[in-house]
């Protein structure tokens, strides 16, 4: 058996966050970056000398992500509305969302307000962890 399977999504880490695509039929991955949007490139392109990581899918959410890959709708990259992330999930959910970037906003947002507050970048990086805590948390519920 192959250790990724088509519609499966492979991550790898890209600085702070983890980059994420989809596994496509012929074994290339369906990704998103920011100077060419989304699109599809060799396992080892997409890896770039990193560990990869997978998520495997439930055989609907890897039929609904291939047949979306084949629809061959290309998107540009957005941060906020089109990241690789999004990518990933619309391809096999069918609905665009990123929990790094939402864990990332909150944690960001909850420091702010804690700096605002105190004036202490101590307690503004704890609030910052504890609010992207709290959302990971919340979201296993």
């Keep these: 058996m192959s250790r990724y399977l088509p519609g499966d999504i492979v991550s790898r880490r890209k600085g702070l966050v983890m980059h994420k695509g989809v596994v496509m039929r012929d074994g290339r991955v369906l990704h998103n970056t920011p100077f060419k949007g989304e699109h599809v490139t060799t396992m080892e392109d997409f890896k ?7 998520e495997r899918q439930s055989v609907e959410a890897r039929r609904r992500a291939l047949r979306a890959a084949d629809l061959e709708t290309v998107r540009g990259y957005h941060l906020l509305r089109n990241n690789c992330e999004h990518t990933a999930h619309r391809a096999t959910t069918g609905k665009a969302h990123s929990p790094q970037l939402r864990s990332w906003l909150v944690g960001i947002g909850a420091g702010a307000v804690t700096f605002a507050a105190t004036r202490h970048p101590g307690a503004a990086v704890a609030a910052y962890a504890a609010g992207r805590g709290l959302l990971a948390r919340l979201k296993r519920r």
């Design 48 to 54: 770039a000398g990193q560990r990869l990581y997978v």
